[in-house]
Nanobody
Framework: QVQLVESGGGLVQAGVSLRLSCAAS????????VAWFRQAPGKEREVVAA????????YYADSVKGRFTISRDNAKSTVYLQMNSLKPEDTAVYYC?????????????????WGQGTQVTVSS
């Protein structure tokens, strides 16, 4: 069992930065690929960034590429999402999710554990 807790969300103006954290507890966190998903009202949950268990390979959605950076510190069992140059369209609830094994996946149904989510609201 893995427990995930997100933090770092908030209400910000466009153009600023936020860093989200996903702290894990429980079983060996370094055995899991981790992804950040987001879900805006009326929209499907979408993956925005993901990282392999080793941290050696990452994925970014086109909408956030060049602005967001995912990283992980397995010694601290924490994954981060650095979000720069935030836009109003980034407004959503952000979730971290863990999938056993080395690779991430775009399909949220294939993740084993989820955090409770953290709200990010970007005003124009």
């Amino acid at each position: 069992q893995v427990q995930l807790v997100e933090s770092g969300g908030g209400l910000v103006q466009a153009g600023v930065s936020l860093r989200l954290s996903c702290a894990a507890s429980g079983r060996a966190f370094d055995s899991y690929a981790v992804a950040w998903f987001r879900q805006a009202p009326g929209k499907e949950r979408e993956v925005v960034a993901a990282i392999r268990w080793s941290g050696g390979s990452t994925y970014y959605a086109d909408s956030v590429k060049g602005r967001f950076t995912i990283s992980r510190d397995n010694a601290k069992s924490t994954v981060y999402l650095q979000m720069n140059s935030l836009k109003p369209e980034d407004t959503a609830v952000y979730y971290c999710a863990a999938r056993y094994g080395s690779t991430w996946h775009w399909n949220p149904n294939l993740y084993d554990y989820w955090g409770q989510g953290t709200q990010v609201t970007v005003s124009s």
